[in-house]
């Protein structure tokens, strides 16, 4: 099998999210980097005219794929014949979108403005408004609130194994203790308040291949090993 290009950059959680997914199924894959000014602009929004990373190019398929979700979903229904990360049937197969879709609608968008307004926004504009500090540090909670309450009753998300749709959350919540550093008193984040989240996130932060992701992150380039 030929690798698997990902177009990618470091520190960030997107990309991330696809390389967890490429390690767990053992896929061959190498980087392709992306230069922050690059991204907007040809050649790259040829690849991907929302000018972002993640985004895949598979020579074993010829299919060229932007949106971590989407390609996560892809790289399971091709490679996962196993089924080691995922489930065939119904109902979990439809369970595992649910959750996906919940981690690409209301975990990375809403953690990644609670990261643009407690951290990057006064880099810019020299303040950022508390409003807005206050709306997406609560449904920061909130979401995790979600996902603790679910895992207080079950290990994980779907059917009785880690599957790709507990994986998809994992590099956003490695984010938070950054995201949250600058909030005080009732706006910190606390884990303690979350200990079945805690817990989950523990567990799948012990797994190989989220190690060895985890040990990439700041890495310009990757590559299988
Ligand atoms: N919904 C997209 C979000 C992609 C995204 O926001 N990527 C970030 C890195 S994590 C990025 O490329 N940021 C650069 C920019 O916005 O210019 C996905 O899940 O792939």
Redesign the pocket.
């Given at each position: 099998m030929l690798p698997i290009k990902i177009y990618w950059?470091n520190q960030?959680?997107?990309?991330a999210?696809v390389l967890i997914i490429l390690e767990e199924l053992h896929l061959p894959y190498e980087s392709e980097w992306v230069e922050?000014d690059a991204?907007?602009k040809p050649p790259f929004t040829d690849v991907n005219p929302?000018?972002?990373?993640?985004a895949i190019t598979d020579p074993n398929t010829g299919i060229t794929l932007?949106?971590?979700?989407a390609i996560v979903q892809y790289l399971i229904e091709e490679y996962d014949t196993q089924h080691s990360i995922s489930y065939a049937g119904a109902p979990e197969k439809f369970h595992e979108l649910q959750w996906l879709f919940f981690q690409?609608s209301g975990q990375?968008?809403y953690f990644?403005q609670a990261a643009w307004f407690n951290i990057f926004h006064a880099q810019v504009y020299g303040e950022s408004p508390e409003s807005a500090k206050i709306r997406y540090g609560a449904e920061l909670k909130r979401v995790a609130g979600v996902l603790d309450q679910v895992l207080s009753t079950r290990t994980w998300l779907v059917g009785d194994k880690c599957t790709y749709a507990d994986l998809a959350f994992v590099p956003w919540n490695l984010q938070i203790p950054f995201v949250m550093s600058s909030r005080e008193g009732e706006h910190a984040w606390d884990a303690e308040q979350f200990p079945h989240f805690t817990r989950w996130q523990t567990a799948m932060l012990d797994r190989e291949a989220v190690q060895k992701v985890v040990s990439l992150i700041g890495e310009k380039h990757v590559k299988s090993a």
């Open positions: 950059r960030v959680p997107n990309p999210k922050l991204l907007k929302n000018g972002r990373v993640p932007w949106e971590s979700a690409a990375g968008p990644g």
